[in-house]
């Protein structure tokens, strides 16, 4: 019995134009995910999140949702791409 290797070579983005968006989406659809999670789960209430949610002029849930979403997308990135 003989047996056939097939060998692909990774999409360019040139070949996918929407492949660029693909990250940015990814990253939205987590932060949501986590932003729901938060904000049925925790709603933090200390004193430095607040102040900082503040400064940024955004909710705590969706500071702490950016930050959970930069610690995982900082590990996809180094681990797996």
Known sequence: M???IIIS???RPSQHPDAGN???EFRQEIAVIIHDVLLK???S???????EASRR???????LAAYLTRIIMDKVDREYI
Request: glycine content about 8%; aromatic content about 8%.
């Open 2 to 4: 003989e047996s056939t």
């Open 9 to 11: 070579t990774p999409n």
């Open 22 to 24: 693909f990250d940015k």
């Open 41 to 43: 789960a925790y709603g």
């Open 45 to 51: 209430q200390s004193g430095h999140v607040q102040k």
């Open 57 to 63: 002029r955004t909710s705590v849930e969706r500071l």
